[in-house]
Nanobody
Framework: QVELVESGGGLVQPGGSLRLSCVAS?????????MGWYRQAPGKERDLVAI???????KYADSVKGRFTVSRDNAKDAVYLHMSILKPEDTAVYFC?????????????WGQGTLVTVQG
């Protein structure tokens, strides 16, 4: 079983930057293939923000391309999201997500979420 712990959310002004971190606790039998970030604004569905696989291939939502960068440290089982040029519409709870395999079976896990608020 993988547990994800996020950190780094908070209040930031429009145009500012923020960095989110997520660390996974995993056993030696676990291989985490994809890690990434989703977000959920009030009254809306949870949507993909950015994901990255073990070799560094990435995918971004169109709304964050050019402003957000996802990165990963496989040795630490960690994923990061550097957010810049933040806009009020980026306000949401950001969730870390991981897809992993353990003894040949695939699973996924979610973090508890961290709130990002963009306002002047």
């Amino acid at each position: 079983q993988v547990e994800l712990v996020e950190s780094g959310g908070g209040l930031v002004q429009p145009g500012g930057s923020l960095r989110l971190s997520c660390v996974a606790s995993a056993s030696t039998s676990t291989t985490i293939s994809v890690m990434g970030w989703y977000r959920q604004a009030p009254g809306k569905e949870r949507d993909l923000v950015a994901i990255i696989n073990r070799v560094g291939d990435t995918k971004y939502a169109d709304s964050v391309k050019g402003r957000f960068t996802v990165s990963r440290d496989n040795a630490k089982d960690a994923v990061y999201l550097h957010m810049s040029i933040l806009k009020p519409e980026d306000t949401a709870v950001y969730f870390c997500h991981a897809i992993y395999s353990d003894y040949g079976e695939s699973w996924d896990a979610w973090g508890q979420g961290t709130l990002v608020t963009v306002q002047g």
